[in-house]
Every structure is written in structure tokens, then in C-alpha cells.
């Protein structure tokens, strides 16, 4: 079964607004990491925020790390319609030899 | 210097016939990753080689499944006797050290088993 379940999973927004996208995990990691990917192909690493972390930036990306819920969450502040993509979580477990990802949000930016 | 590359981008195939996937991982990265995607679902991951060697082939679905890296770069994996349900996006991808650091994906490879 998948370690990272995204949710929602799918969000349409319009140009300018924030998106909120939500991951939960099941087992202890090491860091957990955020791709995007674009038409179905290469995944593009977004950030990686470590299990000692509680919040990280990266230009208009913010995301959080809450470990006793299991839980992050990757916001993108002022939407462009570049950012439709589907975003995926992925969990480096404690031990673990591989990147575990989740099912992924398909973000929809309207004009 | 180049990121990962993946050939073929597209390969469609008949049934039973066998096939290579190949993956050229960033110079210099330890370790190679091999991810399938179905259409609209998540990664699943295949196989991981740490320099030549695969600590953890623990995705392979099955025997007809295999995999190979040669020099510490370039790997490729090979399905035997290719059935519909192999049809995917298979992705390749590497990293400097480990697993659990970032992974640089390459564009993939779209297969398709008629």
C-alpha cells in the first residue's frame, strides 16, 4: 500500500490564489520530500523538509511538518497557470532503502 | 552536467516479445532508481542499485522483471515475455549517495504492449 496519501486528489484554482495540497504517512522517515510532475513524465524535486523541521521555503512554496500527526502539507502562494501539474509527496523512511510516494494531487491553475 | 536520459522515450511492442529499457543516470551518482506508473496513479517503485550491486529489487512484479548496471552508470531493465498490464511509464532515477536523499528523474520511457 502507499506509504503518502495526497489529498485533495484533485484541486482547480484561479491565477493568484493559494493551493493547499495535504500528505499523510504512516512510518517514522527520515525527511519527506515534494515533486511535481508535468503530462505524465519526469518528476522535478520541489523541496525536502527533514523530520527535525517544522516548517520550510522555497519561493512561493511553503511547506509544513507536523511528525505526531504524520502529516505535511505544501502550499503554493499566488498561483500561475505554469503550476497545473500533479504534486507528489514522497517519505525516506528511518532504515529504508527507497523513496516512497504518494498517490498525488492533480492541480488545476485557470486563467 | 546532463541530466538522467532514458531511452526509448516511446516503445510499443507485441505481446510475448521482450524489451530494454535503458536509463544514463547523472555522472557521478551512486545510486539508480527504477519507478512504474500506470496511467493517473502513483510511482511504484522497482529496483534499487547502490554502484553495480541491488540491494532492494523487492518491486520486480514478477520473474520476467530484471534489471542490471553496469560501471557504477548506465542501467537497463528488461522484461521478458511483455504482457498488456506492463504497459506504463517506467522512470528512472538517481541520486548522489542514497535513498533517502533528493532523486533526479529522467523523462521516461512510455510503453506500450499491444
Known amino acids: 500500500s502507499q506509504q503518502g496519501e495526497e489529498d485533495p486528489q484533485a484541486l482547480s484554482i484561479q491565477e493568484g490564489e493559494n493551493a493547499t495540497m495535504n500528505c499523510s504517512y504512516k512510518?517514522?522517515?527520515?525527511?519527506l520530500q515534494w515533486y511535481r510532475q508535468n503530462s505524465g513524465r519526469g518528476l522535478v524535486h520541489l523541496i525536502l523538509?527533514?523530520?527535525?523541521?517544522r516548517e520550510k521555503h522555497s519561493g512561493r512554496l511553503r511547506v509544513t511538518l507536523d511528525t505526531s500527526k504524520k502529516s505535511s502539507s505544501l502550499l503554493i502562494t499566488a498561483s500561475r497557470a505554469a503550476d497545473t501539474a500533479s504534486y507528489f509527496c514522497?517519505?525516506?523512511?528511518?532504515?529504508?532503502?527507497?523513496?516512497?510516494f504518494g498517490t498525488g494531487t492533480q492541480l488545476k491553475v485557470e486563467l | 552536467g546532463a541530466g538522467v536520459s532514458q531511452s526509448p522515450s516511446n516503445k510499443v511492442t507485441e505481446k510475448g516479445k521482450d524489451v530494454e529499457l535503458r536509463c544514463d543516470p547523472i555522472?557521478?551518482?551512486?545510486?539508480l532508481y527504477w519507478y512504474r506508473q500506470s496511467l493517473g496513479q502513483g510511482l511504484e517503485f522497482l529496483i534499487y542499485?547502490?554502484?553495480?550491486?541491488?540491494?532492494?529489487k523487492s518491486g520486480l512484479p514478477s520473474d520476467r522483471f530484471s534489471a542490471e548496471r553496469t560501471g557504477g552508470s548506465v542501467s537497463t531493465l528488461t522484461i521478458q515475455r511483455t504482457q498488456q498490464e506492463d504497459s506504463a511509464v517506467y522512470l528512472c532515477?538517481?541520486?548522489?549517495?542514497?535513498?533517502?536523499?533528493?532523486?533526479?528523474f529522467g523523462p521516461g520511457t512510455r510503453l506500450l504492449v499491444l
Open positions: 532515477a538517481s541520486s548522489l549517495l542514497g535513498p533517502g536523499e533528493t532523486q533526479y
Open positions: 514522497a517519505t525516506a523512511q528511518r532504515g529504508g532503502n527507497k523513496l516512497t
Open positions: 512510518t517514522s522517515i527520515n525527511n
Open positions: 542499485f547502490q554502484g553495480n550491486s541491488a540491494p532492494d
Open positions: 523538509i527533514r523530520s527535525n523541521e
Open positions: 555522472s557521478g551518482h551512486t545510486a
